[in-house]
């Protein structure tokens, strides 16, 4: 409820099995989706801030084309109302793509729904984030759901 007071809805983020750990120099990459440019721009500027690199897609030929690249990224931030595919359909393709199936996967998206929650945990989501959010708490989640430190930050809705 105080999360609700704040304008927050949900924050989920599994924590993987493991730990994981980078090689010197070694950076994680994690795949922005979302339509709005701005948003875009500021989770590309927090996840740099953050030691990560930031690649963007706003539309379904974006989203394959960064998911053609010979890197896959270690993880997929992905919006649920996109201009012309649907996030939980992409999700669903990326579990069922076998290079792409172990890819964490957050969404983070204004559907709040709990229906919505449900809907995107049975696809596979290692998270679930809704807008408006504030950047700490989703680098907090990023974070756990990578296995990182600094990825226990504040209890969960």
Same mark, same amino acid.
């Given at each position: ?20 750990? /980078?090689? $010197?120099?070694?950076? %994680?990459? !994690? =795949? @922005? ?7 875009? &721009? ?39 109302? /996109?201009? $012309?595919?649907?996030? %939980?359909? !992409? =999700? @669903? ?7 792409? &199936? ?56």
């Amino acid at each position: 409820s105080s999360l609700q007071q704040q304008g927050y809805y949900v924050r989920i983020a599994r924590r993987p099995a493991a730990r994981r750990e /980078l090689k $010197d120099g070694q950076r %994680f990459v !994690v =795949l @922005v989706v979302d339509d709005d440019p701005d948003l875009s &721009k500021l989770l590309r500027t927090y996840l740099m801030l953050e030691g990560f690199i930031a690649h963007t897609a706003a539309n379904r030929d974006e989203i394959v084309a960064a998911l053609r690249q010979p890197s896959k990224p270690d993880l997929v931030l992905l919006d649920v109302q /996109l201009p $012309d595919a649907d996030g %939980f359909d !992409v =999700l @669903v393709k990326i579990r069922q793509h076998p290079a792409l &199936k172990a890819v964490p996967v957050i969404m983070l998206t204004g559907e709040a729904t709990r229906e919505a929650v449900l809907k995107g945990l049975r696809a596979g989501v290692d998270g679930y984030v809704t807008k408006p959010f504030e950047p700490d708490l989703l680098i907090t989640a990023v974070k756990a759901v990578l296995g990182l430190p600094g990825g226990t930050g504040r209890k969960s809705a």
